[in-house]
């Protein structure tokens, strides 16, 4: 006998509330490793006004495109919260992002400055309730679609990076190897005590990136931070370097993986990217799903 069918948990909303720490260079070099050395299809939705995950993904003429085209994640909530209508999430979805030429399966909903401006409208609206079901009904759309979906968050803790934490499954906390940045960790974890009722995603872990390798301090950092199992530190930890640094900077033509993420940059996300498929896969009761094409998207990016 069959028993019940049970629900995808692969939304991954990435956040410390302190700034810097690479959320948006982990959501990058995650999506590309899981895209080309796993085969997996990933949906990144960028939470963040100033779009760097978007500016990461796509040339500024394309992403200037999409926000003239009112194709971001601005337009799809303006849509679903402000009017109330319900939308065709497909529409947003951008395929084909990406400059390493082996990561083919990276989507975006890319976003827009504009965020602040919506999320100013719902607090004056007190519309947090419909915020909240259209992201709750964003991603029930998008689950069973893609293996794993990002949604990169800005550091601080806005409606709409609250509604994403309270609707995805899993946090994924990126940190530094130092005194603020895990202050950051902490304001994240008190905020998360405040309303248990409300709902809140799990934790899947704390991953320590920018580790300077000779660093006694680090180490010790990274010490005490494993040492709180709270934390579900990742036992892969990412190094300060210059090809991660250079991540960020979209080439115009494509270049392989290893050249985008040489030596051990490239061997350590690989880690944390099999650490991260086998945490879901554990909370699944399975390996997630892959190698099912998504839906074709909309919109083809022309970076
Ligand atoms: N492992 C690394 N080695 C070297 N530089 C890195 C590494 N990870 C991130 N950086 C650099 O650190 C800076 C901050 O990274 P990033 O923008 O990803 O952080 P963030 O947490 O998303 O920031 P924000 O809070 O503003 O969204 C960037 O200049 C990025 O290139
Ligand atoms: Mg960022």
Known sequence: MDGPVRAIRNSIAVMNTKGGVGKSTLVLALAETLSAHFRKNVL??????QASISSMLLTAASLHRLQSEGLTIVDLLVSSV????PVEWPRFVVGGVSDVDEARTVYLIPSDMQLTLFEREVSKEELHARL?????TLLGNV???FDVIFIDCPPGLSILTESWLREADYHFSPTKPDYISTCGLEVFRRFK????????????GVCINMKEGHSSVDA??????TSNPENRCFTQ?????SALQHAAQLSSVERSYVAKYPGDSGTAIKAIAEELLARLAAANGSAPASGTPPLAPAAAATS
């Open 44 to 49: 990144i939705i960028d939470s963040d006004s």
């Open 82 to 85: 402000l009017n109330n209508v």
């Open 132 to 136: 909240r079901s259209s992201i709750s």
């Open 143 to 145: 689950r069973g679609v």
């Open 193 to 204: 005590g405040l309303n248990p009722e409300m709902g809140f995603a799990e934790n899947l």
């Open 220 to 225: 010790d950092y990274h010490r005490w931070l």
């Open 237 to 241: 930890t990412i190094p300060r370097s």
